[in-house]
């Protein structure tokens, strides 16, 4: 069986009692992080002590998705004995952004303490019994949704994502797709080209032919029961909205 448990869902800043994205997925004894944003670590803790977590993949350098591998590299380092760091894999940017909350050598220190493995869009990673296939999503800065496929399902999320096609080919069938919805209403300025409505996250859904839609990514303060609403109008199957500790078994 596979198991996504929802460690965050907050937009920007983890609202309180929140954390910011980050969900841990479970298959066959291994474990995959996707994503690592403010307040996520101590709940990864919980469920996944470093020795057991089989990766980890950051979808972009956005500190509300990036943040706590920081975290997560003093856990590995500082640990007595030290703990080996399992494959990570991150989107551009994403060193460049976490290296200087560790010093001036940050990004030398974080390249010998975790095992560090650039992703890349349109491209396809074994980890275990997950597959993972990226594609390119606009956004503020270079995002990567991914696709899982385990054990014979497929889990798609966006990370933050403006308006694309890609997302289509993204969550294509898929038994579970993940998707930001940070806005509500219709998106203006730069928030329509960079990020997701919940009405467009219906949309893509429905235009995927998604089995099952989970909204993430809300904005602090928001009545997350409207961006339900927004989606479900567009979806038409049964909208849910991720929460944190909330667990979905898959097969």
């Known amino acids: ?139 503020f800065t270079p995002d990567l949704g991914v696709r899982v496929e385990v054990g014979g399902r497929v889990i798609a999320y966006t990370g933050d994502t403006g308006p694309s096609e890609e997302i289509v080919a993204l969550a294509r069938d898929a038994d579970l797709f993940v998707c930001e919805a940070t806005c509500q209403g219709v998106p203006t300025g730069d928030d329509a080209r960079f990020l997701l409505s919940a009405s467009a996250a219906g949309r893509y859904a429905r235009s995927a032919g998604a089995k099952r839609l989970l909204l993430t990514h809300f904005w602090p303060g928001d009545d997350r029961e409207v961006s339900r609403r927004e989606a479900a109008r567009e979806y038409g199957g049964a909208v849910e909205l991720a929460r944190e500790g909330m667990e979905i078994a898959l097969g």
Do not use: C, Q
Not at 24 to 46: A, F, I, P, Q, W
């Open 1 to 139: 069986m596979t198991k996504l448990t929802v460690l965050g869902t907050s937009a920007a800043w983890p609202a309180a009692g929140r954390a910011s994205s980050g969900y841990l997925l479970e298959s066959d004894g291994v474990t995959l992080e996707l994503d690592l944003g403010y307040g996520t670590l101590s709940r990864l803790l919980e469920l996944s002590p470093p020795p057991e977590l089989g990766g980890v993949f950051i979808t972009h350098a956005h500190a509300d998705h990036a943040v706590d591998l920081h975290g997560l590299y003093r856990v590995l380092t500082l640990s007595r004995p030290p703990v080996r760091s399992p494959p990570i894999f991150v989107a551009p940017n994403v060193l460049e952004r976490v290296a200087p909350l560790e010093g001036p050598r940050g990004a030398e220190a974080l390249a010998r303490g975790l095992d560090l493995r650039p992703a890349a869009p349109g491209r396809t990673y074994e980890l275990g019994p997950f597959r993972l296939r990226t594609f390119s999503l606009p956004h």
